[in-house]
């Protein structure tokens, strides 16, 4: 096995192992391999593994490693800060994005997803108690944005994302995961049909899926730690 495969299948074994441990039913959660600054070669090797959905932050890095790809070979999820003049390739090349937090990046992507591909996957990155960044959108403010959102016809809202902070212990962990669960419950009360938390990273997926995760997206257990993130000129962005 390569180091990637050995990697991946740790990782698969934390997952059902924390499945069994908080009653979660077994194939439940499901797992993100998160290649982001990875080269193509490391993409290959966790698909040669098994791996089929894969994590990447910025743009231009993820198109190359597509294009070095055949079509349809991985399923591919856009996870990192979306601005305005980006969404029409993230609309025509990518599965899932985790990280929507406006309604006009969401009209965006829905008036641009490709009309022979199916509606666009998205999630709602929320700012959940201890976020680790800036980003997300209020909890307060997440029914208003969904409900406005789930009309849309190029994209269909799955559920929620969050980046906690790193906590102390895994007690501290669990909170802002239950805070996102919870508020998924409301809005499945309200009507809404979310099937997704987008929750759970290398650090603490354990607590993510004791409360509920069914997503987690790692990418330092399996591929490594990271180097810098791509360079800014390359990257670009402009709203
Ligand atoms: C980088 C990143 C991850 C993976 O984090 P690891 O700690 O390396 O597992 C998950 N989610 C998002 C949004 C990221 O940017």
Redesign the pocket.
Known sequence: MTQIAERLARVRTRIRTAEARFGRPEGSVSL?A?S?TKPVAAIREALAAGQADF?E?YLQDARDKQQALDPGEARWHF??PLQSNKTKPVAAHFDWV??VEREKIAKRLSEQRPEHLPPLNICLQVNVSGEATKSGLQPEAVPELAARIAGLPGVRLRGL?C?PAPAADFDAQRVPFRQLHELRESLVQQGLDLDTLSMG???DLEAAVAEGSTLV???????GP?QDQPSASREGDHE
Request: charged letters at 20%; zero cysteines.
């Open positions: 993100l998160v982001k994590g932050n996870i990192g985790h990280s994302m980046i990273m290398s650090a997206r790692v990418g330092t257990d399996i591929f990271r």
